[in-house]
């Protein structure tokens, strides 16, 4: 017997439940497989973001940062605090209980809008046809109008460094530490490095990040790139860039890590490494060999424009297919597609999809950076706004950081706007929103913001790119 369904979504991460919550409010009859085990082995919903990306390393960057300014700053502002210590337990548990009302939170909004839930793993074969196995080993096969696949991304491991229980992990692992390591090794200086190494840095570990690449945060504006290398050596990160790692091994308790750089071998000893290089799309036992669906050269589902897949009527979105691994952008693309399936025509804007790095300064991004604009030969004009000039930034005792909006040189639209600084993650979002309007300097200049407010660092930003920011002196520029 199989159970028929207009769409059938493979994945319940942040591209899988936005998809099927959006079909199944557009009245389509929507089911959405999911696998996922949390850690008391019971059945949980949201994916990687939920339950080991976004939100835990949030939830821990936000309890670090608090205690950094308990501990080094409060008494700046004339609060006093005798001793401040981490409980690392306590911090952890929070954690897994801000996660745990998430993932039962999203399982709660499947439920009342009506999306059917199957927990296990589905096998997807030719025709929509989709062979679902249960955890207990029991199965049935479903078919669907649609199949979407929102399968994720799992981490890349490298042979040199072999993952163990707990000395030599991935960033799943390094969510879980139970106690401060006093040296910490971290190989890739990547989003997901900067953000764990800066919780456990905070935390009181010596952290050493070795990074392959020359260039430090290649994808960001390499002026805001400079800046936010700078930041992290004033908190202690150590960030060697140029690094090959050639070997790793496990003795007493201890990690040492060969590796190269330009002045030849090395190796440093730790007591806990974070393998931080990257992730890959996930479609292991996904595809049965007729499923017609196809992979691109770097094992992403291929996909066009619209997230449809080379097999009809199957579409793919988030992490498995092309594109950003950020889950904004997979959550788009998911109600993108149940759009679609039920005959609308959305797009997704993929030319502004926002960067966040959620150290401290936050580091945010939209639009293309400086370097891309130079290379294209594209004339532009930049304004930029230092933090230390914003009052809200000096009340907050909270001044690094700089915001620099980019615009052409002959229409004035904005072409891409790089913060770094306090609530940069917030402050992008007045940014796309701009953007997405096709908005000028001048519009942006035009725009009343609150005060005081650090948004208003965005509007001196957007001022001085014709040379009329208030609180800072401009560059010469026409009247
Ligand atoms: P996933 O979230 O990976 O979900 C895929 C789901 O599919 C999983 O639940 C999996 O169990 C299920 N599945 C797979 N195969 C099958 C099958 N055959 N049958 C049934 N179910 C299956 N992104 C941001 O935008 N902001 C952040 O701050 C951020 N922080 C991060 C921090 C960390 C430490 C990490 C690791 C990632 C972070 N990310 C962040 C990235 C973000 O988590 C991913 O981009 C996002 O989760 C991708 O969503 P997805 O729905 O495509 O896939
Ligand atoms: P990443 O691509 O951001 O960084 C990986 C880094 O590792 C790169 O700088 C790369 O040059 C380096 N690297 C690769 N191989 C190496 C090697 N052998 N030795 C040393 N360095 C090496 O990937 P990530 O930090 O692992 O994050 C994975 C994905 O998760 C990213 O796509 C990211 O977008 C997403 N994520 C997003 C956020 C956020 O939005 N705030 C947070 C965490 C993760």
């Known amino acids: 017997m199989s159970t028929a369904y207009d769409v059938i979504v493979i994945g319940a991460g942040p591209a899988g439940y936005h998809a099927a919550i959006r079909a199944a409010q557009l009245g389509l009859n929507t089911a959405i497989v999911e696998k996922w085990l949390g850690k008391d082995n019971k059945p949980a919903y949201g994916g990687t973001c ?49 996660v745990g009302n998430l993932t039962k939170g999203v399982a709660g909004l499947l439920k009342t809008n009506g999306v059917s839930t199957y927990e296990g793993t589905a096998k997807l074969g ?42 030599i992990v991935d960033s799943t692992g390094a969510l879980e530490f139970q106690e401060v390591p006093d040296r910490l090794g971290v190989i890739g200086a990547g989003i997901i490095g900067l953000e764990l190494g800066s919780v456990w840095n905070r935390l009181g570990s010596e952290v050493v990040l070795l990074e392959a690449l020359e260039d430090f945060l290649p994808s960001a504006d390499q002026q805001i790139a400079k800046e936010a290398a700078k930041q992290f050596k004033k908190q202690g990160m150590d960030v060697r860039l140029g690094t090959r790692v050639t070997s790793t091994e496990v003795k007493d308790g201890k990690v040492t890590v060969q590796y190269t750089d330009a002045d030849g071998d090395k190796s440093e000893v730790f007591d806990k490494v974070i393998v931080a290089v990257g992730r890959r799309p996930y479609t292991e036992e996904l595809l049965a060999a007729d499923s017609g669906v196809t992979m691109d050269e770097r094992g992403f589902v291929f996909v066009n424009d619209v997230c449809l897949t080379d097999a009809p009527g199957v579409y793919a979105v988030g992490d498995v297919v092309r594109g950003p691994m950020l889950a904004h952008k997979g959550m788009e693309e998911g109600i993108m597609v149940a759009e679609r399936i039920a ?38 004009q930049v304004g930029s706004f230092p933090m230390a ?30 913060i770094i600084g306090a609530q940069a993650s917030e402050i992008i979002a007045e940014a796309v929103i701009a953007m997405e309007f096709g908005a000028s300097a001048e519009d942006l200049g035009l725009t009343m913001f609150a005060h005081p407010t650090l948004s208003e660092a965005l509007h001196e930003a957007a001022l001085a790119v014709s040379g009329h920011a208030i609180h800072v002196a401009n560059r010469k520029r026409k009247k």
């Open 50 to 98: 939920l339950n080991v990306g976004c939100i835990p390393s949030k939830a821990l960057l936000e309890a670090s940062h608090k205690f950094v300014e308990a501990r080094d700053h409060f008494d700046e502002i004339g609060i006093r605090v005798k001793e401040v210590t981490a409980d690392v337990p306590a911090i952890m548990a929070r954690k897994d209980e801000v």
């Open 126 to 167: 030719a025709g929509r046809k989709i062979t679902f196995t249960a955890h207990d080993g029991s199965s049935e096969e479903l078919n669907a109008g649609s199949v979407i696949i929102a399968t994720g991304s799992v981490p890349v491991e490298i042979p040199p460094c072999p993952l163990t229980d707990d000395l």
């Open 389 to 418: 000039a914003s009052g809200r930034a000096m009340a907050n005792n909270d001044t690094d950081g700089v915001i620099k909006v980019i615009a052409d040189k002959e229409t004035d639209r904005i072409l891409g706007i790089h």
């Open 343 to 380: 005959g609308q025509k959305p797009l997704v804007n993929y030319d502004l999809v926002p960067s966040v790095v959620y150290t401290h300064p936050e580091i945010a991004w939209v639009g293309k950076a400086e370097q891309t604009l130079k290379s294209e030969g594209v004339d532009y």
